[in-house]
């Protein structure tokens, strides 16, 4: 039953892509106890040079949402965000960046702070955003439509692994392609804490 969802997942998410002009892109199938490995036993089983290639996709929520800033593609009540592992994601960076494009495009309708607040969605909402189940998200062929937020330092690299549809299906994406065919808009921003 299981392998039969997997199966049909990978079908999916080739079709999807192939449709869309991705070229460019890797479907694997983990073990099931892939999240239970570490991020150097990972990168081994998907042979990626480094754990900087390890990247997961994540739905956040403006709180705060005010939809008297009727631009959803500098004012998105959700985003998906695509960040590295090894990094730790900061909000209030987020949350300034949005406010600097909101602000610069409509300096006549400046945002202030308090209508910001980005937060990871529940596992049930992200669920129902993207259509797919914790630890399997991808910004691809997701339920809503929403813009993609990437972290800047995932654009030195030239591909990397993320969830793929399903719990147990990993995906390589090409970076160049994922930014220049993704169907909404895509931002890149420095968007995690400084490392101590």
């Known amino acids: 039953m299981i392998q039969n969802e997997i199966a049909e997942c990978m079908?999916?998410?080739?079709?999807?892509?192939?449709?869309?002009?991705?070229?460019?892109?890797?479907?694997?199938q983990a073990q099931p106890n892939y999240f239970d490995l570490n991020y150097e036993e990972r990168k081994d089983l998907l042979q990626a040079p480094s754990v900087d290639?390890?990247?997961?996709?994540?739905?956040?929520?403006?709180t705060k949402y005010d939809d008297s800033y009727p631009d959803n593609e500098v004012n998105p009540k959700y985003i998906c965000v695509v960040v590295q592992y090894i990094t730790k994601l900061q909000g209030e960076k987020i949350n300034k960046y949005f406010k600097q494009l909101q602000n610069q495009k409509?300096?006549?309708?400046?945002?202030?702070?308090?209508?910001?607040?980005?937060r990871l969605t529940s596992d049930?909402?992200?669920?129902?955003?993207?259509?797919?189940?914790f630890n399997a998200?991808?910004?691809?062929?997701?339920?809503?439509?929403?813009?993609?937020?990437?972290?800047?330092?995932?654009?030195?690299?030239?591909?990397?692994?993320?969830?793929?549809?399903?719990?147990?299906?990993?995906?390589?994406?090409?970076?160049?392609?994922?930014?220049?065919?993704?169907?909404?808009?895509?931002?890149?921003?420095?968007?995690?804490?400084?490392?101590?």
């Open 137 to 196: 998200i991808t910004p691809f062929n997701m339920v809503q439509n929403m813009p993609l937020l990437i972290s800047d330092r995932i654009l030195n690299l030239e591909y990397i692994w993320f969830g793929g549809g399903h719990t147990d299906v990993k995906l390589r994406m090409d970076v160049k392609e994922m930014c220049n065919l993704y169907p909404n808009k895509v931002y890149y921003s420095d968007i995690i804490m400084s490392q101590q």
């Open 11 to 28: 079908k999916k998410m080739t079709s999807y892509l192939d449709l869309n002009g991705y070229k460019k892109f890797k479907l694997f």
């Open 106 to 118: 409509y300096p006549d309708k400046q945002i202030s702070r308090n209508k910001l607040h980005f």
């Open 53 to 62: 290639y390890l990247c997961k996709s994540i739905i956040m929520e403006n």
């Open 124 to 133: 049930e909402m992200s669920q129902k955003l993207s259509g797919y189940q």
